[in-house]
């Protein structure tokens, strides 16, 4: 029995002495490790630096534009109706062909006009020669004055009838008032026109104009006379346009700029009601600041990137504005040769040591 309790004390002994040897050890390497001083693992107990890629931020010329959508319209398009009511007499237009301003398109019945146009004239003149014998008769005051003036009052109402049934008369001819391309017909000859009635369309398509918006912020760097260019759906080709209008205000609905702008069409290439996808041009700025996109850390207050500051990481708050399809636009926050850090920036902290690669050189501590 005794060597049993014996046998028990030695393990107890034993590994108690374990236990304490490894809480002495634990301490030893939380006080500093080898180096025997504190600050963690590595020689004087420095942390070692985080290698990581960065980029110098160089001033650079930057044309800065904006993609945006928009419909095409013709430079003119008018319904072409009629202005009086009868019959269709003769149609002087070919579906889908080309027409000059002032062609005549189509006639409508005009006999009971022309009718009343000669009773009107006939009138005219006989209220004509009565106002020329009442003339006479006045000289010689064989009448009053105010038996003239009747005669000469029934003259003016006799010509104003006459040119109300000639104003009448010219509405039954109905021509292009622009030159263009017209489009299918909706009536015949024979049938009855109305004013509601749409004869054809009638569109100018050379130019066109392509109407857009931009968003309120680009509102002040948006210029009249600013050449951009445009693709349409089903083709690769590209083609400019110049604007040439611009709304004086902003679309409260939509908080957006509405503009204008003019292409050629000579081919009638540009069809209206088509979508553009345009690449409108802004300010070109001279000493542009632009970091690749990745370096930015979106934060509760802004944007944030990290600058290597003497072999040490250091958080800087930014304000960007354009982004492309690699970098950002940096308009506060950096300074020509920065060096801004692209890689490992989401363990970063600030103050961390860093070790940076930039291009083949490297920057920071070694």
Request: charged share 20%; hydrophobic share 40%.
């Amino acid at each position: 029995m005794k060597i049993k309790y014996i046998v028990y004390t030695i393990l107890i002994l034993g590994f108690g002495a374990l236990i304490a040897y490894r809480i002495k050890q634990n301490k030893s390497e939380g006080a500093g490790g080898p180096g025997g001083r504190p600050g963690g693992p590595g020689k004087g107990g420095a942390m070692p630096a985080m290698r990581v890629d960065g980029v110098v931020v160089q001033p650079q010329a930057f044309s800065n534009s904006l993609a945006v959508t928009g419909s095409i319209e013709a430079n003119e398009q008018v319904a072409i109706r009629g202005q009086v009511s009868g019959l269709v007499r003769s149609i002087s237009f070919e579906e889908g062909s080309k027409v000059s301003k002032g062609q005549v398109l189509l006639k409508i019945d005009d006999s009971e006009l022309r009718a009343q146009l000669a009773q009107a004239q006939t009138r005219q003149s006989l209220a004509a020669e009565n106002e020329r014998r009442a003339g006479l008769l006045l000289k010689k005051e064989a009448i009053s004055q105010e038996e003239y003036d009747v005669a000469r009052a029934e003259l003016k109402s006799a010509q104003a009838q006459t040119q109300l049934i000639q104003a009448q008369l010219a509405k039954t001819t109905i021509r292009a008032p622009f030159s263009g391309r017209i489009g299918l017909r909706s009536v015949s000859e024979g049938s009855y026109l109305s004013p509601e009635t749409v004869v054809a369309n009638l569109v100018s398509t050379d130019p066109v104009k392509i109407t857009f918006a931009v968003p309120e912020k680009y509102a002040s760097q948006v210029k009249k006379k600013t050449q951009l260019s445009f693709t349409v759906a089903g083709s690769d080709k590209k083609y400019t346009a110049t604007v040439y209008a611009i709304e004086p205000g902003i679309e409260a609905s939509s908080r957006t700029l509405q503009l204008r702008a003019r292409a050629a069409n000579p081919g009638g290439e540009l069809l209206p009601g088509s979508f553009a996808n345009i690449e409108l041009p802004l300010a070109v700025i001279s000493d542009a600041l632009l970091i690749p996109s990745e370096a930015i850390i979106p934060v509760q207050n802004g944007k944030k990137v990290f600058v290597a500051k003497g072999g040490k990481a250091k958080e800087t708050m930014v304000e960007t504005t354009t982004r492309t399809e690699k970098d950002v636009l940096i308009t506060s926050g950096l300074q020509p040769g920065d060096t801004v850090l692209t890689t490992g920036i989401m363990t970063l902290k600030e103050g961390s040591p860093v070790k940076v690669a930039v291009g083949n050189k490297a920057v920071g501590k070694n």
